[in-house]
């Protein structure tokens, strides 16, 4: 069964620093993963989606890498604003027999204060 | 409407009701999902419809009937819920499963709250 661990649980930086947020897995036989950001109360926004056979998917200042053999993924933004400031959540999807499941970590609440 | 919709945005409901949620997507995908988070838990998957067929059902009590009556729409109804179901359930749709490329798309969600 897939576990995903997402450190650190929270991070306040000031704005205009690049940062770093984490993902680890249990099961490295994925097929992908994905990056979400959730403001609160609200539905998922994706934000990157890398393929098994991929290292890493950039847009804008937004990097996401993926080391499937380890089972970890790294989330960097760069130049942080306020805007960012919400829950990062990272998804890798296994096969389950005939399924393809999402397993969502707890995420990563992110405060960047102007 | 673009993208993943869902209504009600907010549902207050008795323990004895029958209520459902509503989501449509508007993106042409083929497989839908419906999502349960709970405060300071993960986000867990309830069902999955894949070309309008149940591929998942993670265990879910009865209390809670999923219906697809077409890829576009997929509906949650309830009966005889529990307190501990209040919750934001989230609806979204991918293209296909089975893709390495297939990323999901979700709706704002609902916010359901059990009396």
């Known amino acids: 069964k897939q576990e995903v661990t997402q450190i650190p649980a929270a991070l306040s930086v000031p704005e205009g620093e690049n940062l770093v947020l984490n993902c680890s897995f249990t099961d490295s036989a994925i097929y992908n993963l994905q990056w979400f950001r959730q403001d609160p109360g609200k539905g998922l926004t994706s934000l990157l989606l890398i393929q098994s056979s991929q290292r890493e998917q950039t847009s804008g200042r937004l990097n996401a890498s993926l080391d499937k053999s380890s089972g970890r993924s790294t989330l960097y933004i760069a130049a942080s604003q306020p805007g960012d400031s919400a829950t990062y959540l990272c998804?890798?999807?296994?096969?389950?027999?005939?399924?393809?499941?999402?397993?969502f970590g707890k995420g990563t609440l992110l405060t960047v204060n102007p | 409407e673009t993208g993943v919709t869902q209504t009600p945005r907010h549902l207050v409901m008795g323990m004895t009701n029958k209520k459902s949620l509503k989501c449509e997507q508007h993106l042409g995908h083929n497989a839908m999902y419906w999502y349960k988070q709970s405060a300071k838990k993960p986000l867990e998957l309830m069902f999955v419809?894949?070309?309008?067929?149940?591929?998942e059902n993670n265990s879910v009590p009865s209390r809670f009937s999923p219906e697809c009556p077409n890829s576009s729409h997929l509906f949650l109804h309830l009966h005889t819920l529990q307190p501990e179901d209040s919750a934001l359930y989230l609806c979204?749709?991918?293209?296909?499963?089975?893709?390495?490329?297939?990323?999901?798309?979700f709706g704002p969600g609902t916010r359901l709250t059990v009396l």
């Open positions: 979204a749709s991918s293209q296909d499963p089975g893709l390495a490329f297939d990323e999901q798309f």
């Open positions: 419809y894949n070309f309008k067929e149940q591929t």
């Open positions: 998804a890798p999807k296994n096969s389950g027999g005939s399924n393809y499941k999402l397993t």
